[in-house]
C-alpha cells in the first residue's frame, strides 16, 4: 500500500491530501481469497477503506473479529489507526474499540472487531467494506509531573460542550 500524495479525483482536481507520500507495506495472508489493498473511496476521503476477507453474521451481544486477509507495516515514526465506517453504524453496526491502534511492531493480520446493536442478525460479505485505516504520524512525548490548570470553558467532559 502506498499511501498518495495530491490525488486526482475523476474530474481531474487534486484532492486536499497531503503531498509527500509513504509506503506501508501489505502482505496478503497465505490461504485467505485476496483482497484488494486499503484504498481512498475518493480523493478527498480522509482515510483508506478496509475490506472483509470473509463473510460472517454479526449477532447481538458479540464482538466478531472480521478479518481484513492481510498484514500491514507502517514505515518508522508513525502508526495506523483503524475507524469505524459511518455507514454500517448508521445500520447498528458498531467497531467496538474506535479507533484501533495497528503499533507499528505489529506483524500479525489486521482484523476488525463489530458487533450489532439489533436483534437479529447483520451479514458482512466478502468484499463489504467493514473499516477505515489512516497513516498517524507518532509524535515523540515525556510525561512529567506538573500543575494542570483548568480552563473555564471546559469543565465536565463527557458531553460537556453540548450537543
Known sequence: MIVQGAVKSPDG???PVAAKTRSVAFEPIDGVPPVAPPARATA????????SAESVDLERGRVTLVRTGFKLRSPEGTFLEVRPRSGLATRGVLMVNA???IDRDYSGEVKVPLTFLFEGTYRIEAGDRIGQIRLVEDLPARFRPGRVRPARSRQGGFGSTGR
Open 13 to 15: 482536481s487534486r484532492g
Open 99 to 101: 479507533p484501533g491502534t
Open 44 to 51: 478527498g476521503s480522509a482515510c483508506f477503506d478496509l475490506a
